[in-house]
């Protein structure tokens, strides 16, 4: 009897996890465009973890890249300056979806960026974000502009030209200006 209890248990704990995957499918899908970001947990490669509801109050900059994408690799200078003269202001988030901890470390020796890294092993967050977002090639670079309150305000597939092209984006979309020195 006793083993038949356990087999009965593990169907419902495996019905419960389908209902749960389906179920966040369809959220992600529903809530397109009033949906709060993703909260699928991050590995930081600091070891540290984070989820992005955590985040909310301030302004984020996400964007999925890979070290093997060169616009990516192009960008990512724009995307450390918005991180170092916004600090405070807005948080960005550079979420490599296709390279282990290791390389990613490796990719960025000594230097510390200011921006987050965060690596998307299994490329669930990077998913959803395609799925509710219309990148439908999940093409990268992919950049997601999220509000204070939580909310996905606009996107950009495909990299930006320049640093001042960003922030004229930061600004369109979030209302920040690039920070003025005295």
Do not use: H
Request: charged share 15%; with cysteine.
């Amino acid at each position: 009897m006793a083993g038949k209890m356990s087999r009965k248990t593990w169907l419902i704990v495996i019905l419960a996890i389908v209902i749960i995957a389906v179920g966040a499918a369809v959220g992600v899908a529903l809530n397109r465009n009033s949906a709060s970001p993703s909260d699928s947990t991050l590995s930081i490669i600091t070891w540290n973890e984070t989820s992005l509801t955590d985040l909310q109050g301030v302004p984020v900059v996400l964007n999925f890249w890979s070290i093997d994408c060169s616009w990516c690799r192009y960008q990512l200078p724009f995307l450390e300056a918005v991180a170092q003269q916004g600090e405070g202001e807005l948080k960005v988030i550079a979420i490599n979806m296709a390279n282990s901890a290791a390389a990613i470390q490796k990719f960025f020796a000594d230097y510390e960026p200011a921006m987050t890294i965060a690596v998307d092993k299994n490329r669930e967050a990077f998913r959803d974000y395609c799925v509710a977002y219309n990148n439908t090639g999940q093409a990268i670079p992919f950049t997601l502009f999220v509000d204070s309150e939580g909310t996905i305000q606009d996107k950009r597939i495909g990299a930006f030209a320049s640093e001042a092209q960003l922030w004229d984006t930061l600004n369109d979309v979030l209302g920040i200006t690039v920070p003025q020195t005295s």
